[in-house]
């Protein structure tokens, strides 16, 4: 997965209302670097649904590693 630019700034923003804090997102950043990705995939996918109204499916959280790949997966979601 890769290519959603556009989507970037949705997933930037979701993580950090997921973790209280701003944070800086570039595509290949790993999602693993803000903690264990299982226990804030599901988190994520909330706030990426509540801000966006898409919804990311169990397959594709398990097999993101990098924002880009959860900014790509929305920008097919749409």
Known sequence: MS???GMI???TAAMT???GHSV???E???LDSFGPWPALAVL???AL???T???LSDEVLTQAQTAGDLAAALESAQ
């Open 3 to 5: 290519n959603g630019a």
């Open 53 to 55: 109204g898409l919804v």
């Open 28 to 30: 290949d950043t790993p």
């Open 44 to 46: 994520l996918a909330h």
């Open 9 to 11: 700034d949705e997933v």
């Open 17 to 19: 209302r997921v973790l």
């Open 24 to 26: 800086t997102l570039r």
């Open 49 to 51: 649904h509540q801000a």
